[in-house]
């Protein structure tokens, strides 16, 4: 029989009503080699680009350094998971963080095949799954308004066609009547 790993992504939920809901974090659960895995993003610009008035960046920094300290402390218990067989969502209400209705709840809990002995190279295509989206520039993620649009179209505009921008009038096409 292959072994498998669980993997739940940590997400804020915006809005429980409308469902919304963003990934910012990833637990990877290994039962068989006792092991659990929590990798969260350094950055949080997408966060702060959807939801401007979410949690405060420190507020989330200090949840995941909680779980992260968590985690290395069942890392070190390795007899708990016996207790989990086959039940990666109690691991996580009753070792990591109980389902209410908070903004920061884990998801749904999907299973993997363990395809190499290599954990942590699973914990990184998993990252780069759920996560990789919070490493692009924070450039990208800024707002652009009105004033920003006009600039950006006049440059790109006089980089195809300087006479528009020296003073000199063009011409109007005037086609002939029929």
Known sequence: MNSVYQYS?????????????LNVGLLIIFPEQQKVEFVY?????????????????KTLKAFFNGIVQKVALLNRQPEIF?????????????????????????GE????????????????QLRNLYLSIYDLDEE????????????????RLKGRNETIFEGKKIEENVFPAR
């Open 9 to 21: 992504p940590l997400q804020y939920r915006f809005n429980s009503a409308l469902g919304e809901v």
């Open 109 to 124: 809990v999907r299973t993997g095949v363990l395809y190499t002995d290599d954990l942590t190279n699973i914990v990184q």
């Open 41 to 57: 993003p350094e950055r949080l610009a997408r966060l702060k680009a959807a939801y401007p008035n979410s949690i405060p960046e």
């Open 140 to 155: 990208e993620f800024k707002k652009r308004n009105e004033d920003y649009l006009i600039k950006e179209y006049r440059n």
């Open 82 to 106: 016996n207790d989990y067989q086959n039940r990666p969502l109690d691991f996580i209400d009753n070792e990591l963080l109980i389902r209410d209705e908070s903004a920061l709840q884990f």
